[in-house]
T-cell receptor
């Protein structure tokens, strides 16, 4: 499975856009990029998944450049409730596949 | 909505005890997973199961076993608990096939072994 590198932590303020970049230099051709969110004392929650270019849903956008060696999760206009740990995962697209979580990025949204 | 429930939120056991952690999902998912989460180490896969009575080792199966007698229930067993098994344990389930890599997680069980 491709190894990922992401910042340990980020601070932001309410109403700002938060962008978290994940590096995955050895991503394979059949790998997808998936992001999960975890609030304190809860299990992780799926946010978004993509293969290339841009994917957007009601929660976030995922930007993937042509070389796919990195990706950026964008959270528009964050609120205090977006304070969480965000994990970037890379692997084949299959719901039954094992997921390998790294350390994640701890995002703190301040008032 | 998919619901994954775990039998306890907090559990305290003594070294050498046999510990059962239960996980139940209500969406008829074929796949179920057990992870442990420790500070600085992220989530690590212990065991997973693709079907009833089937199980496969994850990345850190030592000291653990699992049981899946019914589709909705996946149990993690610590045969003889040790202090290094103090951790947060998370259960997850997912559909089979080539859908999105979406696993549904339970709230977790924080286990302390004294």
């Amino acid at each position: 499975l491709a190894k990922t590198t992401q910042p340990i932590s980020m601070d932001s303020y309410e109403g700002q856009e938060v962008n978290i970049t994940c590096s995955h230099n050895n991503i394979a051709t059949n790998d997808y990029i998936t992001w999960y969110q975890q609030f304190p004392s809860q299990g992780p929650r799926f946010i978004i998944q993509g293969y290339k270019t841009k994917v957007t849903n009601e929660v976030a956008s995922l930007f993937i450049p042509a070389d796919r060696k990195s990706s950026t999760l964008s959270l528009p206009r964050v609120s205090l409730s977006d304070t969480a740990v965000y994990y970037c995962l890379v692997g084949p697209k299959a719901a039954g596949n094992k997921l390998t979580f790294g350390g994640g990025t701890r995002v703190l949204v301040k008032p | 909505d998919v619901k994954v429930t775990q039998s306890s939120r907090y559990l305290v056991k003594r070294t050498g005890e046999k510990v059962f952690l239960e996980c139940v999902q209500d969406m008829d998912h074929e796949n179920m997973f057990w992870y442990r989460q420790d500070p600085g180490l992220g989530l690590r896969l212990i065991y997973f199961s693709y079907d009833v009575k089937m199980k496969e080792k994850g990345d850190i199966p030592e000291g653990y076993s699992v049981s899946r007698e019914k589709k909705e229930r996946f149990s993690l067993i610590l045969e003889s608990a040790s202090t290094n098994q103090t951790s947060m344990y998370l259960c997850a389930s997912s559909l089979p096939g080539t859908g999105e890599n979406e696993q549904f997680f339970g709230p977790g069980t924080r286990l302390t072994v004294l």
